[in-house]
């Protein structure tokens, strides 16, 4: 269930702040165009043409009066450097090309038809998306969710615009050892609630059907054999807070339909008691299942997925992102030794940590890495003899599948997260 904020409510929109971006002209929309651009002036955002704009603004506007392949191939273009806003300067409908124009790259699309309108559309638009970049180039996101490539800063970008500018519930997917977890605690964190509660973990592989309720909901003193004390439950724990559940696709169908009469009521016993308790938390749930798959066969209750998906963020494998196996590496090199450098790696040795794969992701490289730091004598490269045998290429560049190891972080029952969740809990 969702606590605390409306999205209308969301704290950095900003609407006096200064914005700026580049802007391009794309056929004959100069001069509606051009009068746009005076008005987002007048409000604090100011466009540059594209050709004039720094690289600090990499995000943008492109007017056009109709969808044309030289359009398409230019919003391809802007886009693989940051943002791009299309505008349509023709008050006729889009229909499908609004779809187009996003495939080949755009973030959004609007059309002009009362300018005033149009003006804070996209104002709007462009300060929400410098907040978001604000945050992602902090210093906090950067030290706590390393990585350059194109495909993890987008999957970071949105799950900072979710956390800052919704109360939603969140499902993130992602293979294991892909940082879901982590990604559940930055949404926690930056989540503006004035009041906010904590960040509660329950592992759902941990679960046993017979004890859940104690998990979920607590219980009193003598509820049953054992209960020597009373103990509050995840949803006690969480509430004014985020719950985090990771895994949530192991729930048996039970333990599903118990998790959504709280959801949807925020009402819970625990168990034992005849008290009714309100809760009103953030939920986030993680799962390397496929649930939609699950929800079709039946695996997995329809009008749960429905409550927990309202937003989804997908995080990518590590083979998607394979620019930031080096910038990892140094980032875990730092965690073993905090007051040096990390060691430049033999090429041989670079190659091998690129072109390996890895079946548990980040969680995986970083065992890798620390098997060799622990071996590295400590001056020079990080050379081939640093790398322990069983992690050793049979042949060529290190392209051998890895041993698969994937030793899971594994926490019973809930948990208050702090403020940096330990490096192990890459899920």
């Known amino acids: 269930m969702s606590g605390g904020m409306s999205g209308s409510a969301a704290g950095d929109r900003r609407t006096s702040a200064p914005v700026t ?3 391009e002209v794309v ?36 007017f056009f009066d109709q969808v044309s392949p030289a359009l ?21 409908s889009l229909g499908d090309d609004s779809w187009t124009l996003l495939r080949a790259g755009a973030s959004d699309v609007v059309s002009w038809d009362e300018q005033d309108q149009l003006t804070q559309q996209v104002a709007e638009r462009l300060r929400r998306w410098d907040t978001i970049d604000e945050y992602v180039e902090g210093h906090h996101i950067q030290a706590f969710l390393v990585g350059v490539s194109p495909a993890w800063r987008t999957a970071i970008k949105d799950a900072v615009e979710v956390a800052r500018f919704s109360d939603a519930a969140v499902l993130i997917t992602g293979e294991s050892g892909t940082g879901k977890e982590r990604v559940a605690q930055l949404i926690h964190e930056i ?8 960040f509660v973990v329950l592992d759902c592989t941990t679960i046993v059907p017979q004890l859940s309720g104690s998990e979920f909901f607590g219980h009193e003193k003598g509820a049953f054999t054992g209960a020597a004390s009373p103990r509050e439950g995840a949803f006690e724990l969480a509430d004014g807070g985020t719950l985090f559940l990771d895994e949530v696709g192991e729930l048996p169908l039970i333990l599903q339909a118990e ?33 939609r ?38 980032h875990f090199c730092r965690q073993v030794h905090p007051d040096r450098e990390p060691p430049q790696l033999d090429e041989a040795v670079r190659d091998l940590l690129v072109n390996r794969d890895y079946p548990g992701n980040v969680r995986e490289l ?22 322990p045998d069983c992690e050793r290429p049979v042949s060529g560049k290190g392209k051998e599948r890895g041993n698969g190891r994937d030793a899971d ?19």
């Open 21 to 23: 971006g580049w802007h």
């Open 27 to 62: 056929d004959d929309s100069n001069r509606v165009a051009k009068s746009i651009v005076d008005d987002l002036k007048a409000i604090g955002v100011q466009l540059l043409p594209h050709n004039a704009s720094s690289g600090s603004a990499p995000d943008g506007v492109v």
């Open 72 to 92: 398409l191939r230019r919003v391809s273009q802007l886009s693989q450097s940051g943002r791009v806003l299309a505008v349509s300067t023709s008050c006729s």
């Open 191 to 198: 989540d503006p609630r004035r009041r906010k509660g904590r």
């Open 259 to 291: 998790l959504l009469r709280v959801i949807q009521e925020g009402m819970y016993k625990r168990v034992g008691s005849n008290a009714w308790r309100k809760t009103r938390f953030r939920l986030v749930c993680a799962t390397n299942r496929d649930l």
């Open 293 to 330: 798959r699950e929800k079709d066969r039946g695996a997995f209750r329809a009008d749960l997925y429905y409550r927990i998906a309202v937003c989804q963020l997908h995080l990518p494998s590590l083979r998607e992102r394979t620019e930031d196996i080096e910038p990892l590496y140094r």
């Open 366 to 387: 970083r065992s890798l890495v620390l098997q060799v730091m622990n071996r590295y004598v400590g001056l020079g490269l990080v050379t081939v003899g640093d790398v």
């Open 409 to 427: 972080h594994i926490i019973p029952g809930p948990r208050q997260g702090g403020s940096v969740p330990s490096p192990t809990s890459w899920r």
